[in-house]
C-alpha cells in the first residue's frame, strides 16, 4: 500500500470535484481508489480493528489510548441518565454536556448520542413514515447513476463498505437516494455519502437520513449546493481567523497565493472524516454534534497553525507547489486524538467569531460578485441553538427500547437526584407492608385456630429471601445474567446498546 494513502483508503493526491456529475465521476477515476484496490483488500488472515477497518487501514490510530472498562461503564451510565432526561440535561446542565462530549462519547452509546445532539431523534419522531415513503420511490435517474458510481467509494477497506452490494452499499444508496428526493432542489453532492457512511457505521438507515439531514440543513446548510458558495464564504471565514490565530501561516498563503477552496473544501465539506485518522474523526464529530461547524474551523486552524506556523516549519515549502503537498499530506503527530483535541479546545475562536466574520466576508461577497444565487437557511451552532430553535415534546424525546428484558430493577446512577422515586416506592412499600402485617395479626387474633406447625411453617416462608432485590439494594452488574422474556428483534431503530 502507498505510504501515501490516508487511514480511510483515499489516496493523497487525488482531486476532482465536489460536486455529483456524470462526467467527473467517469469509472476509473474514484476519488478513493481504484476497483483492484478495493475488492483486494478483504485478504485472509486480516482482521477488522476496533473500528471496523480491515488490514491496518487506520495505521495512526493505534496510539489512541484504550480508556479503562470501569471507567467507561460510569460514562455510559452517565450518557443513559442524559438521554433519558435529554430536555432537562440541554436546558439546565447544558455545559456538562458540552464536557463529557469533548471527553469522548462512549462508543456504545455514540449513534443515539448523535441523533439526539443534532436533533435528527426529533426530526425522525415528527416525521414518522417520511424516510420510508422516500425509500419507496424511484429516485431521479440523474442522481442515481452518479450515487451508484460513488457507493465503491466510501470507506472501501471498512468491513461494512468492503463487499460490493453489501448491506452497508445498500443502505449508503437508499440513504443518499432519499435525501434527493428530499431536497429535489438540492440534489446530491459527492461530499455527502462520506457523511452518511460515517452515519451509517453508528445507526440504522433512518436515522442516518434524518442525521444527514440535520447536517446539510442546521450545521453546514448550503454545503452542498450547487456552485458551494456557502464553502467558498467558509474559506475566506478560516482565511480571516487564521490571521489572529497564526500570522505567519496567514502570511505565506496570501504570499503564494492559496486560496482556502484549494485546500479546506474536502476538511470542511467532508467533516475531515476523510483526513484524520478515525479515532480522532469520532472525537471531532463528537465535539462538532455538540458545538456546531466552530469545531470544523478550529480543526483546520490546528492543522495550519502545525504545518505553517514557524519560519522553520516554512523552509520546508518554498514555493505554492510544495505548500499544497504538504497540506495534502498532513504529519501524522499532529492529527492524533489526544494531541488535536487538546489544540482544538485551546483555539480562542467562538460562535460570535464566526459570525462577525461571516457578515464582514458576505459584504464583501456582494460587492464583488453581487448577490448569492443560493440562499441557506441560517446555521445552527450546535445542539443548544437546534433545539432552542425547535422546542422538542418529551414525546419526541422517548427512547424505545432495544430489547425488552425482565430482569431485577437496578439502580443505574449513585446521583441522590436520580434514586429520590426509587426512595418514595420503597418508603411507600414499607408502609403497605407494615398494614399487611397489621391486618394479618388481628385475624390470626380472631380465628385463633392457629397451630405450631402451621406457624413454624409461615415463619419458614417468611424467612425465604426475595429473590427480586428492591433498587437501593446493592447488586452487581448484570454482566453474565441471561437475557429472559426477549420478543424484540436487536435490529430495531436503537440498536446501538446494549447494557
Sequence with gaps: MDSKQEENGRKDGDSGSLRGTTESLADGESSIGSDSEINGFTVDGKQPDKYGFIGGAQQHSDAAQDIPPEVLRQREGKWLDMLNNWDKWMAKRHKKVRLR????????????????????????????????????????????????????????????????????????????????????????????????????????????????????????????????????????ILFALLKRVSPPAYRHLKKHKIDPILYMTEWFMCAFSRTLPWASVLRVWDMFFCDGVKIIFRVGLVLLKCMLGSQEKLKACQGQYETMELLRSVDPRYMQEGFLVREVLEVPVSERDIEKEHHTQLKRWKESK???????????????????????????????????????????????????????????????????????????????????????????????PNPYALPTDPKPLLEDTPLHGSNHSLSSTEQDTYL
Excluded at 168 to 187: C, F, H, I, M, S
Excluded at 375 to 397: C, F, V, W
Excluded at 417 to 441: F, G, I, R, V, Y
Design 101 to 236: 462530549c469533548q471527553k469522548g462519547i462512549p462508543p456504545a452509546l455514540r449513534g443515539r448520542a448523535w441523533l439526539y445532539l443534532s436533533g435528527g431523534k426529533v426530526k425522525r419522531e415528527q416525521n414518522r413514515g417520511k424516510f420510508e415513503e422516500l425509500d419507496s420511490q424511484a429516485g431521479d435517474p440523474m442522481w442515481l447513476d452518479v450515487i451508484e458510481k460513488d457507493l465503491y467509494r466510501q470507506f472501501p477497506f471498512h468491513e461494512m463498505f468492503v463487499a460490493r452490494g453489501g448491506h452497508g452499499q445498500q443502505d449508503l444508496y437508499r440513504v443518499l437516494k432519499a435525501y434527493t428526493l428530499y431536497r429535489p432542489d438540492e440534489g446530491y453532492c459527492q461530499a455527502q455519502a462520506p457523511i452518511a457512511a460515517v452515519l451509517l457505521m453508528h445507526m440504522p438507515a433512518e436515522d442516518a437520513f434524518w442525521g444527514l439531514v440535520q447536517i446539510c440543513e442546521k450545521y453546514l446548510p448550503g454545503y452542498y449546493s450547487a456552485g458551494l458558495e456557502a464553502i467558498q464564504l467558509d474559506g475566506e
Design 370 to 464: 453581487g448577490e448569492l444565487h443560493y440562499k441557506s437557511p441560517p446555521r445552527m451552532h450546535g445542539a443548544k441553538a437546534i433545539m432552542t430553535a425547535e422546542p422538542p415534546s418529551r414525546q419526541d424525546l422517548r427512547q424505545n427500547p432495544t430489547i425488552i428484558v425482565e430482569l431485577p430493577p437496578t439502580s443505574t446512577s449513585a446521583d441522590p437526584a436520580n434514586l429520590q422515586p426509587e426512595k418514595e416506592k420503597e418508603e411507600k412499600k414499607t408502609k403497605e407492608d407494615h398494614k399487611e402485617k397489621k391486618s394479618e395479626k388481628k385475624k390470626e387474633k380472631k380465628e385463633n385456630t392457629s397451630s405450631k406447625k402451621s406457624n413454624q411453617k409461615k415463619a419458614l416462608l417468611q424467612d425465604i
